[in-house]
């Protein structure tokens, strides 16, 4: 009989399977009907189990399987052997996964972190208008949204300070186009300096060292607390004093004086008596500009807890919802028209909140009942 090719005949039998601990594989045989060899294991000893091969009713062959290895050793060695390429396959799978999912996890950080160092750039180059995808609610979907906050914080201080340099230069020109017509006039002998001229003269230039002193005040994000007089003071007796030095203007412009709950009962701050009077003073100057004829402001005082507070109120015209809110900011006027006809700068109630803030106070704006403008100054009031 022919012999038969192994890898042909046995197909899968011919190969041991993966993880076949007993090599099943390797101790098959095949032979043929006298016993000769024909595939597979050719030790032909030891045969443990052997099948026939039947064809058209007669035995043509048999399948013998080798008896078992006795050793201990071959089992332990081919049960090592099985589980060290099982544990490699895992040990490749797993790090296949690490991988892939650390790699996925660096891209998921990556990007935001990407996003946050991209707009910084944008941001240090001066285009302040640059801004992040929130890309999540973790933290790091916080930090591009407070990086997002403070680009917009930049924005607004940029306008700011555009702004104010355009009005500062505005205000400062007025003045400064005074003083030089005066002057050109007195070099052209159209003027003589006689004590008239040399009074305007002394009046724009007393004016423009104020605006300068104003836009100082105002500039001073950190309140001008070191160049406060911190001395024990009566704010009411200072309130009552600067009303004094207004009341023949108040008279002049047909505007009543309520101080009838302006009560001094002795009641004492520590702060700077000049810089309160400069509070009090621009507060009244601000009523008596908005304030029309005819009308009144009333001005009360009371203590609640451990502050004084200092109440304001002044009839129509009111400062309208828009305008409320931007009282205190520089250069804002609620009318310009009539502001600029005072000679008003429109620093007046940014210097107040600058001042009541460096006395450790508070100060607010609200529709007066009264129909105009009420302002609320609160002051800590000195333990005894």
């Known amino acids: 009989m022919k012999r038969l090719k192994s890898p042909l005949f046995l197909g899968r039998w011919a190969r041991p399977p993966a993880g076949d601990i007993l090599r099943v594989g390797r101790r098959l045989a095949l032979v043929d009907a006298d016993g000769k060899w024909l595939a597979g294991n050719a030790s032909g000893t030891g045969v443990g189990a052997a099948r026939p091969i039947v064809h058209q009713g007669s035995v043509v062959g048999q399948l013998t399987l080798q008896a078992a290895p006795s050793s201990g050793r071959e089992l332990d060695a081919a049960f090592l052997a099985s589980q060290t390429e099982n544990m490699a396959f895992a040990g490749l799978a797993a790090l296949a996964f690490s991988l892939l999912a650390a790699w996925l996890l660096a891209r998921h950080l990556l990007a935001p972190i990407r996003d946050l160092a991209r707009g910084a750039r944008q941001i240090a180059d001066g285009s302040l208008a640059a801004r992040i995808q929130v890309r999540s609610e973790d933290e790091l979907g916080q930090l591009a949204a407070n990086f997002n906050e403070m680009a917009e914080r930049l924005g607004r201080v940029e306008e700011s300070r555009r702004a104010w340099i355009s009005e500062s230069s505005h205000e400062l020109r007025t003045p400064l186009a005074v003083l030089r017509a005066e002057i050109e006039a007195m070099q052209d002998g159209v003027r003589t300096p006689d004590p008239a ?49 207004f009341r023949e203007r108040y008279a002049a412009a047909n505007i009543g004086l309520d101080t009838s709950r302006l009560v001094d009962l002795g009641w004492r701050v520590r702060g700077d008596a000049g810089r309160l009077t400069q509070v009090f003073a621009n507060l009244l100057e601000n009523s008596l500009r908005y304030t029309d004829a005819g009308g009144q402001l009333r001005i009360a005082a009371q203590v609640n807890k451990r502050e004084l507070l200092l109440e304001f109120d002044d009839t129509a015209p009111g400062p309208s919802a828009a305008a409320l809110p931007r009282l205190f900011e520089r250069f804002f006027r609620a009318e310009p028209s009539r502001s600029r006809a005072f000679g008003g700068s429109g620093l007046g109630l940014a210097i107040c909140q600058t001042l009541v803030e460096a006395h450790g106070g508070r100060i607010s704006a609200a529709r007066s009942t009264l129909g105009g403008l009420h302002i609320r100054v609160e002051l800590p009031l000195e333990r005894a």
């Open 197 to 245: 001229t040399l009074a305007r003269l002394h009046k724009q230039v007393q004016q423009l060292a104020k605006l300068v002193d104003d836009l100082r005040l105002t500039l001073d994000r950190d309140p001008p607390g070191g160049d406060l007089e911190q001395r024990l003071v009566m704010p009411v007796a200072i309130l009552e004093e600067t009303v004094g030095t």
